[in-house]
């Protein structure tokens, strides 16, 4: 006969709870590739049939750079996007003629994309994500063609980068933590803009060019032999998580066959060099041109994913 009074244990046995260690610099991941190398992109369109258009981007996670003896492997996260695009389809009876067909964008992440679980609701991150990635595809789409109709354009993030869990250079200043968080963000919103570009060819919307996202990043400064100044250290595709300073970070969403800039959004400076003038102003274009650079390598992987759904889809029957 049991006691109703008393909490019994469970019927099997358990094991103890294990805890990490502390996050310091011995097991943070470092960054392995060149400043100029990117990560390997995949990409496919054609995966959502009840939508017009759909692509799923992913890029690949890096390995783990901590001990191989250690109890908790840390890594960072990998990239993980889906986004699907409705239309043209026509507005409401109640809305107002528009001559230009009327651009929505969301921005979603999923609540097991990083390790702080998210909410159900969008935040003010995922607006303003939404807000910028809208601001890259206006100026692609050609929007006469579709009066008084809708398009819209539903990103979800299933995985993102996380940079608040990794420790970071104490001599910083104060707003090296915010610079860090937008930095991580425009890694997400560089992959927004690539994987909704192709989304919105799988869909067949009319636009004047392809747009694809690029992010370039300032991580420190390499003395310049002499004493005369400093060269500024430029790296395209950074992961934040492999760096313990940044001080500027740029994406760009890039026209290759216009060559023009739809998009611009940077975060951080840099303070002025003894040795140059104009070291800030210098900074700022290398950075421009590193972004820009970045795109331009991920648009050969968006052209291809095209070029292999174009191959791979049916063609159409005559009734």
């Not at 090296?176 to 909704?196: D, K, N, R, Y």
Request: glycine share 8%; net charge neutral; hydrophobic share 40%.
């Amino acid at each position: 006969m049991t006691d109703r009074r008393r909490i019994n244990g469970p019927i099997g046995g358990t094991t103890p709870p294990l805890f990490a260690g502390v996050l310091t610099s011995s097991n943070s991941p470092t960054r392995s590739r060149d400043a100029a190398d990117l990560q390997k992109i995949f990409l496919k369109t054609g995966l959502t049939p009840s939508a017009s258009g759909s692509a799923y981007l992913e890029i690949e996670q890096a390995s783990a750079s901590s001990k191989k003896n250690a109890l908790f492997n840390l890594s960072p996260s990998s990239l993980k996007l889906t986004c699907t695009v409705h239309g043209p389809r026509p507005l409401p009876r109640s809305a107002s003629f528009t001559p230009n067909v009327v651009l929505s964008t969301h921005v979603k992440f999923a609540p097991f994309a990083t390790r702080e679980r998210r909410g159900y609701l969008r935040d003010t991150s995922e607006r303003d994500l939404a807000v910028h990635l809208e601001t890259a595809l206006r100026g692609v789409i050609i929007g006469d063609r579709w009066p008084k109709s809708g398009v819209e354009i539903i990103v979800t993030i299933l995985e993102a980068e996380e940079v608040h869990g990794w420790p970071r250079n104490s001599d910083s200043s104060d707003e090296a933590p915010q610079v860090f968080a937008a930095s991580g963000m425009m890694s997400v919103l560089s992959g927004c803009i690539t994987v909704a570009s192709a989304a919105i060819v799988d869909a067949g919307l009319d636009c004047v060019d392809i747009i694809t996202g690029g992010v370039a990043a300032i991580v420190g400064k390499i003395p310049v032999p002499g004493g005369k100044g400093h060269d500024l250290h430029v790296i395209l595709d950074p992961k934040f998580s492999e760096h313990r300073e940044v001080l500027a970070s740029c994406v760009v969403g890039y026209l290759q066959s216009r060559d023009e800039v739809t998009e611009l959004w940077m975060k951080g400076g840099m303070p002025p060099s003894p040795g140059a003038s104009s070291d800030e102003q210098t900074g700022i274009t290398l950075l421009i041109d590193g972004a820009v650079q970045a795109a331009v390598a991920a648009r050969h992987v968006l052209v291809e994913a095209i070029k292999e759904s174009i191959e791979y889809k049916p063609l159409p029957t005559k009734s």
